[in-house]
Structure formats: structure tokens, C-alpha cells
């Protein structure tokens, strides 16, 4: 069977050209989304990661800053909660002062508790906000590097991004 385009004339051939070439583009269009949308997952799955290690090595960090166990302090409160119960049911007046002392042992282990939460809240805070700048990094590197491709320039450091020394 002949093929159709070199059989038929040259003005149906003609004809026929601005339909081919529309179906030319959105294929080409086509295969840039899918490009995008696989670029766009990696740089998601690069922040994400980057994220989880500045996370973890700024509560690590905060951890061996601070030099205390937060479920150890809490279990040092409970046991004081118990031992002031205690006191207090085989107490009378004469162990009021110990009572006391148990007291305020316990309020500045209140306020240090609370302020190991306001410190996870900073820490919860600035997860975020490490996050949101890895997503600035990339997002401004992505850009650039879609730039250097519309402009047929080489990424810094030539193909694949190494530089000569690597």
C-alpha cells in the first residue's frame, strides 16, 4: 500500500501540514509536562529529606545543648507528685516545711517543663521554617536551571552539574 503522503498531491499534503504540526506541538508539550511533573517530585522528595536531617540533627543539637531527658523529667515530676501525696496524707504540721520544699521543688520543675515545651514549639517552628527555605533553594535553582536550558547554557560545574574537581 503506498503511503499516503508522498501518493497524494502536494496541495492536500500542504493542507494537511498545519494539522500535523498542532499535533507535533502537543506532543512536545506533553513530554515537557511529564518532564515538570517527574523534576518537580524529585526536588519535593530532595526537600522533604533535607528537611528530616535538619530537623533531626537541630533536635539532636537542642538535646545535647540543653543536657536533659524531657521523659525523665517528667517521670521526676510524677515521682515528686507521688512523694508530695504522700507527705501530705502522713504529714501533719510538723513536716509542713519538708512539705514545702516539696513544693517548690515541684513548681521549678513545673516551669522547666514548660520551658522544654515553648523550646519544642520553637523547634516545631523553625522545622517549618527550614523547610519553606529549602522549598525558596530549590524552587530558585529549578528556576535557573529550566533559564539555562531556554537559554542553552550549561548548568554551573558543565553537564550533570560536577564541577572538574569531583
Known sequence: MPDPNTAAPLSTRLRR????FLLALVNATSILVIVAAVLALLAVDRIE???ARASAAVG??????????PTGLAADMQGLRSDLAAYRSA???AKAAAVEGLDLRLAA???RLAGVQDSIRDLAQTK???TDDAIRQAGAGLTEAVSGLLACRLPPGG???QTAGQ
Open 60 to 69: 539532636e543539637s537542642l538535646s545535647a545543648h540543653l543536657k536533659f531527658d
Open 159 to 161: 553537564p550533570g552539574g
Open 49 to 51: 529529606t533535607a528537611a
Open 109 to 111: 520543675l513545673e516551669q
Open 128 to 130: 517549618r521554617q527550614v
Open 91 to 93: 504529714a501533719g504540721e
Open 17 to 20: 501540514l498545519p494539522g500535523q
